[in-house]
């Protein structure tokens, strides 16, 4: 008999749904990672503040080699034709397979780390500026 219920929340969305978690220091990027996947691993750890979810590094640093392979693949993109000749006639480029399959993979894993706003919307997650309270307000006259 398979599994019941919802399928388990990463720390990610546990997060952004306001539930604790155990958060780790998200370190320095790994060496595998280069040119578009590491400068995504420095945005997100910014915004993120350096850290992420205790068992969640090794699928972050996976989304960001993915990022670049996705990177990569809409620079070659332009030039790819959507049908070649396939020898008993036309056919769909593979290229165009794997790009699909690979914006697939993306998304779905940008939604596991709240990436996407309509992640963020499902969870309730409040993006708007905190406003300011009245002692702020009082101390700097606005």
């Not at 070649?84 to 780390?113: M, S």
Request: net charge negative.
């Amino acid at each position: 008999m398979g599994k019941r219920g919802p399928k388990p929340q990463t720390d990610g969305e546990k997060a952004a749904a306001g539930r604790p978690t155990i958060a780790v220091e998200l370190g320095e990027c790994p060496d595998c990672l280069k040119g578009e996947a590491r400068a995504e691993f420095e945005r997100v750890k910014e915004i993120n503040g350096g850290l992420i979810g205790g068992g969640d590094r090794a699928g972050f640093i996976r989304y960001c080699a993915m990022w670049g392979q996705w990177c990569g693949m809409e620079e070659v993109a332009e030039h790819e034709p959507f049908v070649i000749d396939g020898g008993n006639g036309p056919r769909v480029n593979p290229f165009w397979t794997a790009y699909r399959q690979l914006h697939r993979d993306l998304l779905a894993t940008e939604d596991k780390f709240v990436l996407t706003p309509a992640c963020r919307s499902r969870l309730n997650v409040d993006t708007s500026e905190p406003e300011e309270s009245e002692a702020e307000t009082e101390m700097f006259g606005q």
